[in-house]
């Protein structure tokens, strides 16, 4: 493999970890379900009960 090769091959490289770059820098919106929120009333009141098992 000769230099001119490898130079080459580099700047492919990069252009490919550029695109990577910018798509993970995207930010994905979406709903995380992970965490209750209560549920509201016209009044804007929210009402939860704890039950100990």
Known sequence: MSFKDMKRKSAGSIS????KVETAEKKNS???DRFWKPTLDKASNGMAVF???
């Open 16 to 19: 490919e970890l550029t695109k």
């Open 30 to 32: 979406y709903q995380d």
């Open 51 to 53: 039950r100990f098992l």
